[in-house]
């Protein structure tokens, strides 16, 4: 069984920056993917980023590129979201989620462990 928690949201203003963190525990998870999604108010859960534990490949969602980085620490069985330049629209609770065979989808449901989430609010 693996336990996820998030941490690192916040308020922020537009064209600022927070780094998002996905704490595991419980699991030797190395050969897991894990990816952020996010919801924002009144619409579904998407996908935005994906770190494929096993050889660390990364993708991202065209929305983000070039603004989002997503990365590991091994010592600390934890992955980041580096988000920089931050739109009002990027505002919504993010979630991380491991996917057991290393397999970086957009499919939520293709998911097996889940965080409990962390509000991201940009706004002046």
């Known amino acids: 069984q693996l336990q996820l928690v998030e941490s690192g949201g916040g308020l922020v203003q537009p064209g600022g920056s927070l780094r998002l963190s996905c704490a595991a525990s419980?699991?030797?998870?190395?050969?897991?993917?894990i990816s952020w999604f996010r919801q924002a108010p009144g619409k579904e859960r998407e996908a935005v980023s994906c770190?494929?534990?096993?050889?660390?490949?990364?993708t991202s969602a065209g929305s983000v590129k070039g603004r989002f980085t997503i990365s590991r620490d091994n010592a600390k069985n934890t992955v980041y979201l580096q988000m920089n330049s931050l739109k009002p629209e990027d505002t919504g609770i993010y979630y991380c989620?491991?996917?057991?065979?290393?397999?970086?989808?957009?499919?939520?449901?293709?998911?097996?462990?889940w965080g409990q989430g962390t509000q991201v609010a940009v706004s002046s």
């Open positions: 770190i494929s534990l096993p050889d660390s490949t990364t």
């Open positions: 419980g699991s030797n998870f190395d050969f897991y993917a």
């Open positions: 989620a491991a996917q057991i065979l290393g397999l970086c989808v957009p499919e939520e449901h293709r998911y097996d462990y």
